[in-house]
C-alpha cells in the first residue's frame, strides 16, 4: 500500500513540477498587488453635501475638460435620467454629483469619481498595463500605451471609465486621476476638495481616514449610518463614504464583494500552467496509443506522394 | 459553374493540364476557365449581387468609421463599451471556428482517417474565423494601430485579454501554418508542403492547448463584471468551463452547417471522395456534437446548482435563459438524437443548425443582452450592425473565394497521377 501512495505522491509531484517549470515562461499569471500603506484617500460625508457642484467646476478647471452642457450653476442637472438612469462620470466630466430622494427624508447628495481601488479591476484587466497604482494612492492611467479595447470599462465595478469614442486618431479612456500629476505628487489636496464650500470632504491617509469615519459614526451613531463605504468592497478603495441614509438609498451598489475583482479570475489564471504543462503529454499520449501498430504514419492519403522516389 | 460543367468544362484541380502542360498562376486563379467564362459566371450568380449589394453600403461605413471614429457608428456607450463588433464578431465567432483543433485532434492525434475528407475544411473554417474575429476586433479597437502592443511593447500579463491576446495570434499563425499545406500544393511548391506535413503533430497540439486556454479565457473575461453580467449567464468557477465546453459543439455543427452549404452549392468543386463520405461524416460529427452538448448542459445545470440561483429562474431573465437553453441545447439535442438514431442527415443537420444559433444567442446574451441587466437595454446603432454584417459578407466571399480554389473540398492531383 505504501507504494501505491508513494508512486501516486511522486506522480503528484512531477505534474505539480512541471507546472511550476512551465509557470514563469508565461510571466506570472495572476499576480498580486498589495495596496501601498501608505497611501492617500479621500472621505466623504454625505450628510454635509448640499449638492452646489462646486467640486465639479473645480475638477473642470484642474482637468482642463471641455465646456460642459449646462452650467455648474444649473441644478436641473440633478434630474437629468440618462437611460432612465443617475448620471454617470463622462469623457468631459472626470465627476458628477447626483440628487437621490430617500423615501420621508432630506435628499441626499452623493459626489461620484473614482474611487482609487486598492486592487483595481481596471488594472489587473488591462492587457498592456496602461494603469498604475501609484504609492500615494491614485489609480492613473498612460494614454501611450492604450490600445482602446475598454476591457477597463467592463471590469470597473463603479463605472468609472470612459472614452472619447469621438476622437478618430487618438480616443483613450477619461476618469478621476486624484489630480496625480498637477497635486497629488507634491502631497497637494485634490482640487474639488479644496473647493467645497462644505467641508464635506477630507483628505489623509487612508489609513487615518478610516479611523476618522469610525471616530464619526461612534460620536453620532443617530446621525449615520454604520458602515464605511469602500473599507471593505472590492478589496477597499481610496475613496471612502460617510452616510445617513442605506447606502443603497443613495444608489450604491451593495452587493459587491469584499474580495477583489482579480480574485474571481484567479480559478482560470490557475489552470493555464497546469493545462500547458499536462496537455502535451496528454495528447502526445494518445496520438502514439491511437496509432500504435498502423502503418500509415501521418495519414498522408491527402497527396498521395507515396510514389515519390524519397 | 453548374451550367459550365453541363458543357463539359471541368474546374482546375490539377498540377498539369491534360496535354500535360503546367497550369499558370492566372489559369489557377480563373479556375481554369477563361476570363470570359469566369466573368459570366460571377455575373450569373445571384448570390454574388447580395454580396455587391452588401459591399456597397458597407465598404465606405467602414471607412467613414475609421475617418470619423467610433463615435459615428455607434452610440458611443459608457456603460456598454463592448456592442456587437465584439458580441458577435469575437465572442461568436471564435467558438464557432473551434472547429479547426476539434478535427485537427480527432484525425491527427486520434488516427481517425476516416474523418479526413473534411479535415481541410475544418481547418480552414477554424483559420477563417479566427481571422475575422480579429478583423472585426481591428474595427472595434479604439487605436486599432497599437494592435501588437500586447505583443512587443507594453505588458499587462495578469489580464485574461492579454492572454487572449497573445493565443489568438498565436493559434492563428499555427493555422495557418495547418492550411498552408493546401496552398503549396495549389501553388505547386512540394517542398514547403512536406516541411508542414513533418510538423502535424506538434502543430496539432500546440492547437489543442492554445484552444482549451483561449475558449476558456473568453469567457473568463466575463468573470471581471460579477453583478452586470446576469447571474445565470455568470459563474466565477464555472465561465470558462462554459465556454470552453460549448466551443466543442458548436465548432462541429459549424462544419456541419458550412458543408451543407457547399454540397448544395458548390457540389462541381467537391471530389467524388468528399460527396461520398460526407453524409457519414455529417453523422459522426453529429455524434461528437451531442456528446458535447450532453456534457454543456450538465455543467450548465451544475453551475446554476452551486451558485443557488434557481429563485432567478422564475423572473423574467429566467425564461429567457430557460428559452436559450431549451432552444438551444435541449431542443438541438433533441433532433440530433433522432437524427444520429435514424441515420437521418437531414435531421443532423438541423440539429447543428440550432446548435449554432443556440451558441449565437448564448454568447450574445452574455455580452449584450444579460449584460448590464440592471441598468438598461442598448440596442446596436444601425451603422454598427450594417458594419458587422457587411466583414461578414467579406468572410463569406473570402471563404468561397478559397473553397473554389484551393484543395480543401477536393483532392490535388500531383505530378505522378494526372
Ligand atoms: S473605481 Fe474603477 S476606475 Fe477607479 S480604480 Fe477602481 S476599478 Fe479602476
Ligand atoms: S481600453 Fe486601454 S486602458 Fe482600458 S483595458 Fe483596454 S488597453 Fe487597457
Ligand atoms: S480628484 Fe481631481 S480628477 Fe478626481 S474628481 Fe477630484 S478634481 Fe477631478
Redesign the pocket.
Known amino acids: 500500500m505504501s507504494k501505491i501512495t508513494r508512486r501516486k505522491f511522486l506522480a503528484g509531484s512531477m505534474a505539480g513540477g512541471a507546472a511550476i517549470a512551465m509557470a514563469p515562461t508565461k510571466k506570472a499569471f495572476g499576480a498580486n498587488l498589495e495596496g501601498f500603506p501608505d497611501g492617500m484617500g ?1 472621505l466623504v460625508d454625505m450628510t454635509r453635501c448640499v449638492g452646489c457642484r462646486s ?1 465639479e467646476a ?3 478647471k ?2 482642463n475638460l471641455p465646456e460642459p452642457d449646462k452650467s455648474f450653476d444649473d441644478y436641473s442637472v440633478f434630474d437629468e435620467r440618462p437611460h432612465g438612469h443617475y448620471r454617470r462620470p463622462t469623457e468631459k466630466a ?2 458628477v454629483v447626483n440628487r437621490y430622494d430617500p423615501v420621508d427624508e432630506q435628499p441626499v447628495y452623493r ?1 461620484i ?2 474611487n482609487h481601488c486598492n486592487e483595481p479591476a481596471c488594472l489587473t484587466s488591462c492587457f498592456v498595463n496602461a494603469y498604475t497604482k501609484t504609492p500615494e494612492g491614485a489609480v492613473i492611467y498612460n494614454d501611450k500605451v492604450c490600445v482602446g479595447c475598454r476591457n477597463c470599462m467592463i471590469a470597473c465595478p463603479f463605472g468609472i471609465p470612459a472614452y472619447s469614442y469621438s476622437s478618430a486618431i487618438n480616443p483613450i479612456i477619461k ?6 500629476d ?3 505628487k507634491n502631497g497637494q489636496t ?4 479644496e ?1 467645497c464650500p462644505q467641508q464635506v470632504m477630507v483628505f489623509g491617509k487612508r489609513k487615518e481616514l478610516i479611523k476618522i469615519a469610525h471616530d464619526r459614526i461612534r460620536r453620532s451613531p443617530v446621525k449615520y449610518v454604520d458602515q464605511v463605504y469602500g473599507e471593505k468592497e472590492v478589496g477597499g478603495t481610496g475613496w471612502l463614504y460617510l452616510s445617513g441614509v442605506p447606502f443603497q438609498e443613495a444608489g450604491f451598489n451593495i452587493s459587491l464583494p469584499s474580495e477583489p475583482i482579480i480574485n474571481n479570475v484567479k480559478d482560470f489564471l490557475a489552470i493555464v500552467p497546469m493545462v500547458l504543462a499536462i496537455w502535451p503529454a496528454l495528447f502526445t499520449g494518445f496520438h502514439l496509443l491511437a496509432t500504435k501498430g498502423k502503418s500509415h504514419g501521418h495519414g498522408d492519403d491527402h497527396s498521395h506522394d507515396g510514389q515519390e522516389e524519397h | 459553374m453548374k451550367k459550365l460543367a453541363a458543357n463539359g468544362i471541368k474546374p482546375h484541380d490539377a498540377e498539369m493540364k491534360a496535354d500535360g502542360r503546367k497550369f499558370s498562376l492566372m489559369e489557377k486563379l480563373l479556375l481554369g476557365l477563361t476570363l470570359d467564362q469566369y466573368v459570366q459566371q460571377v455575373i450569373r450568380n445571384k448570390f454574388n449581387w447580395l454580396l455587391a449589394l452588401i459591399f456597397v453600403v458597407g465598404i465606405p461605413l467602414i471607412i467613414y468609421r475609421f475617418i470619423f471614429g467610433l463615435g459615428v457608428v455607434t452610440h458611443s456607450s459608457y456603460d456598454y463599451p463592448w456592442g456587437l463588433f465584439l458580441g458577435f464578431g469575437l465572442f461568436c465567432m471564435v467558438p464557432l471556428s473551434a472547429s479547426g483543433f476539434m478535427l485537427g485532434t480527432t484525425v491527427e492525434i486520434f488516427g481517425r482517417h476516416d474523418f479526413e475528407p473534411i479535415e481541410r475544411l475544418a481547418l480552414l473554417n477554424g483559420l477563417l474565423g479566427y481571422f475575422f474575429a480579429v478583423v472585426y476586433l481591428l474595427v472595434d479597437l479604439g487605436q486599432p494601430w497599437r494592435l501588437a502592443y500586447p505583443m512587443v511593447y507594453s505588458f499587462g500579463p495578469a489580464a485574461v485579454l492579454f492572454l487572449v491576446g497573445w493565443h489568438v495570434a498565436t493559434y492563428l499563425s499555427v493555422q495557418v501554418a495547418e492550411v498552408s499545406t493546401a496552398f503549396f500544393e495549389w501553388i505547386g511548391f512540394r517542398r514547403g508542403y512536406e516541411f508542414i506535413r513533418k510538423g502535424t503533430i506538434g502543430l496539432t497540439v500546440s492547437g489543442i492547448i492554445l484552444s482549451t486556454l483561449h475558449q476558456g479565457a473568453l469567457g473568463a473575461l466575463f468573470v471581471y463584471a460579477p453583478g452586470k453580467v446576469h447571474p445565470l449567464w455568470y459563474s466565477a468557477s464555472f465561465q470558462w468551463i462554459h465556454f470552453f465546453v460549448s466551443s466543442i459543439p458548436a465548432g462541429l455543427c459549424m462544419v456541419i452547417c458550412v458543408s451543407t452549404v457547399v454540397i448544395y452549392t458548390m457540389k462541381w468543386r467537391c471530389d467524388q471522395r468528399f460527396i461520398d463520405s460526407l453524409d457519414r461524416i455529417t453523422i459522426s460529427l453529429a455524434k461528437g456534437a451531442s456528446m458535447g452538448l450532453f456534457t454543456y448542459l450538465f455543467i450548465k445545470l451544475l453551475a446554476v446548482a452551486h451558485d443557488n440561483e434557481w429563485a432567478y429562474l422564475a423572473t423574467g431573465w429566467g425564461a429567457w435563459w430557460l428559452f436559450e437553453m431549451f432552444f438551444g441545447v435541449i431542443l438541438a439535442l433533441i433532433v440530433l438524437g433522432v437524427g444520429i438514431h435514424h441515420k437521418s442527415v437531414a435531421l443532423c443537420r438541423l440539429g447543428a443548425l440550432i446548435t449554432v444559433l443556440g451558441i449565437l444567442l448564448n454568447r450574445l446574451n452574455t455580452a449584450l443582452i444579460a449584460f448590464n441587466w440592471n441598468l438598461y437595454p442598448e440596442i446596436p446603432h444601425i451603422f454598427e450592425v450594417i458594419i458587422s454584417i457587411t466583414i461578414f459578407a467579406i468572410y463569406v466571399t473570402t471563404y468561397r473565394f478559397i473553397l473554389n480554389r484551393l484543395p480543401i473540398l477536393y483532392q490535388f492531383k500531383s505530378r505522378a497521377e494526372a
Open positions: 479621500v467640486c473645480a475638477c473642470n484642474e482637468q472626470y465627476t459626489k469619481q473614482c476618469k478621476c486621476i486624484f489630480c496625480y498637477t497635486r497629488l485634490p482640487a474639488c476638495v473647493a
